[in-house]
Each structure stands twice: as structure tokens, then as C-alpha cells.
């Protein structure tokens, strides 16, 4: 099945932010962010996507480094595919929304960020984390994201541009109005 890449470009503070649905194995950015299992042993969706189509480099690096817990982020090389590197975070289950889902899933995305930055990295893109088999509800999990993203872009750092890749069609329109309502609330 061929899916047609889709998008829109926004600009932030002098940065851009795309909001695309396509494959994410396909960007070429400095960095992917892989949706992650704490023991980072690969798995399905975009975990699997990123393993097989990286090649076993990227799980060998894994197994080097052993885990990642819930909120964190680790960096690997990216193997075969288009971006650089990979940043694995590890997003919370949803629970209910009781169990800090909210703040570990802002710290998933703030550790990718702050670990792109360390790199010095211009650009990264990022799945719909913990949206998944991890049932973390899109809409919530959209502006939890997106708030992230414009917090780091507001504090001028190394990145220039933040891609948000979303494979179904139903997620990537949430994500469309949920990045037009937040810039329009920051406005």
C-alpha cells in the first residue's frame, strides 16, 4: 500500500514545524524519534517500522545500551534509513490519565528535544508517541506534543525544524487543529 504524503508548514519563531502524514522510516531530518519499549528491544508500529527498515545496526546499538526508562530518550544511529540518527523514548501507558501520563509523555518528548539539542541537530521528526497499542488518546497526546515542541522553540535552541509525522489520516487532521489552535493561543 503506497500512502500519499500529505502536509502543511508552519512557521514559529523564525522555525518551521511540519505536520505531515506519511512514513516516518522516509524523512530526511538529522533525527527520527522512535516510540519505544522501556527495554528497547524493538516492537510493532512505528517501533517496528524504524528496526526494520534501519536494519540491525540500530538494535545492536540497543542492546548496548540496554533500556530506557518511561519519560527518557536514548540516541542510536539510524542504520539504512534517510534521517541521521534515532532518538528511542519511551512513552507511558495510558491509565486513565491518573499516573502522570501527561507529564511522562511531555518528558518523552522533552528528553528527544533537549537530546537533539545536545547534538546540536537542526531538524527532528516525531510519531504520534504512546498513541498506539500504548492507547494514550490522540488529542490529548496532539497537544501534550505540540506543547513541547513550541516550549523548545521559544527557547531558541539549536533545532530549526520539528516534523510531525503521522501515518492515518484521522491522526494527522487532530494534529493539523490542534497545531493551529495552540499557535493561535501563543499568538
Known amino acids: 500500500m503506497v500512502v500519499e504524503v500529505i502536509g502543511v508548514r508552519f512557521e514559529y519563531k523564525g522555525r518551521v514545524i511540519d505536520v505531515i502524514q506519511g512514513d516516518i522510516t522516509k524523512v530526511e531530518v538529522d533525527a527520527i524519534v522512535n516510540a519505544a519499549n522501556e527495554g528497547l528491544r524493538g516492537g510493532g508500529g512505528v517501533d517496528g517500522a524504524i528496526h526494520r527498515a534501519g536494519g540491525p545496526g540500530i538494535m545492536e546499538e540497543c542492546r ?12 542510536t544511529t539510524a542504520g539504512r534509513l534517510a534521517a541521521k540518527h534515532v532518538i528511542h523514548t519511551v512513552g507511558p501507558v495510558w491509565q486513565g ?23 546540536k541537530l537542526k531538524s527532528i521528526a516525531f510519531p504520534s508517541i504512546s498513541t498506539g497499542v500504548y ?28 516534523v510531525f509525522v503521522l501515518f492515518s489520516k484521522s491522526d494527522y487532521n487532530t494534529y493539523l487543529v490542534r497545531m493551529e489552535e495552540m499557535l493561535a493561543e501563543r499568538s
Not at 64 to 75: D, E, M, Q
Not at 138 to 159: C, K, Q, T
Request: charged share 25%.
Open 135 to 162: 492507547g494514550y488518546p490522540i488529542e490529548h497526546a496532539a497537544r501534550v506534543a505540540i506543547g513541547a515542541s513550541l516550549d523548545n522553540l521559544e527557547g531558541g535552541r539549536s533545532l530549526e525544524k520539528i
Open 97 to 119: 490519565g491518573g499516573k502522570q501520563e501527561s507529564d511522562l509523555l511531555k518528558s518523552a518528548y522533552e528528553s528527544s528535544l533537549r537530546l537533539a539539542g545536545d547534538k
Open 64 to 75: 548496548k545500551i540496554g533500556g530506557c526508562p518511561t519519560g527518557l530518550a536514548v540516541i
